[in-house]
T-cell receptor
Framework: GIQVEQSPPDLILQEGANSTLRCNFSDSVNNLQWFHQNPWGQLINLFYIPSGTKQNGRLSATTVATERYSLLYISSSQTTDSGVYFC?????FGAGTRLTVKP | EPEVTQTPSHQVTQMGQEVILRCVPISNHLYFYWYRQILGQKVEFLVSFYNNEISEKSEIFDDQFSVERPDGSNFTLKIRSTKLEDSAMYFCANLLRTQLGGYTFGSGTRLTVV
């Protein structure tokens, strides 16, 4: 089956720092998405990015389909960025990266 | 972004009881999915729907589970005889054919089996 691996599993940052989250896939990249699960458990769609680069404010994402990975960049992190970040390929989820941003 | 509505937001049930979780998809949807997330763990695929038929299901989706579209719009996930290990957050999701693309998730139903 499709394997989705995320790294790092946990990340602790000071407010204002930048970070890069990675997602590797065992299979071809199709419907690649990044989600943020907030402290209330809601899954928020960040990016639908089967290839290329997209930016939305302080967040951006890049998917290199030929090398089967995707990166999520968070710049100038804020405490509200805390939560778990999931990537999903063909609606199969990785285990997530738990991000904690400290004030 | 368009919303997917799930009800109830939280349900507590006795072990062995049947529960029905409901999802109202947004319009212009194509695929429809159910997922579960045990507390602190990953989001696990249960089943996908396309054209009112199950298109794919995981090994988790055994005979205890069923999905229906009882009134042509709402989708339901039924768990026939709940077990303690069914306690989890259950999400439904729709695929959007819009410029935004991708899948939109409902806010989830937290099921607690006691």
């Amino acid at each position: 089956g499709i394997q989705v691996e995320q790294s790092p599993p946990d990340l602790i940052l000071q407010e204002g720092a930048n970070s890069t989250l990675r997602c590797n896939f065992s299979d071809s990249v199709n419907n690649l998405q990044w989600f943020h699960q907030n402290p209330w458990g809601q899954l928020i769609n960040l990016f639908y990015i089967p290839s290329g680069t997209k930016q939305n404010g302080r967040l951006s994402a890049t998917t290199v389909a030929t090398e089967r990975y995707s990166l999520l960049y968070i710049s100038s992190s804020q405490t509200t960025d805390s939560g778990v970040y999931f990537c999903a390929n063909d609606m199969r989820f990785g285990a997530g990266t738990r991000l904690t941003v400290k004030p | 972004e368009p919303e997917v509505t799930q009800t109830p937001s939280h349900q507590v049930t006795q072990m062995g009881q049947e529960v029905i979780l409901r999802c109202v998809p947004i319009s212009n949807h194509l695929y429809f999915y159910w997922y579960r997330q045990i507390l602190g763990q990953k989001v696990e695929f249960l089943v996908s729907f396309y054209n009112n038929e199950i298109s794919e299901k995981s090994e988790i989706f055994d005979d205890q589970f069923s999905v229906e579209r009882p009134d042509g719009s709402n989708f339901t996930l039924k768990i026939r005889s709940t077990k303690l290990e069914d306690s989890a957050m259950y999400f439904c999701a729709n695929l959007l054919r819009t410029q935004l693309g991708g899948y939109t998730f409902g806010s989830g139903t937290r099921l607690t089996v006691v």
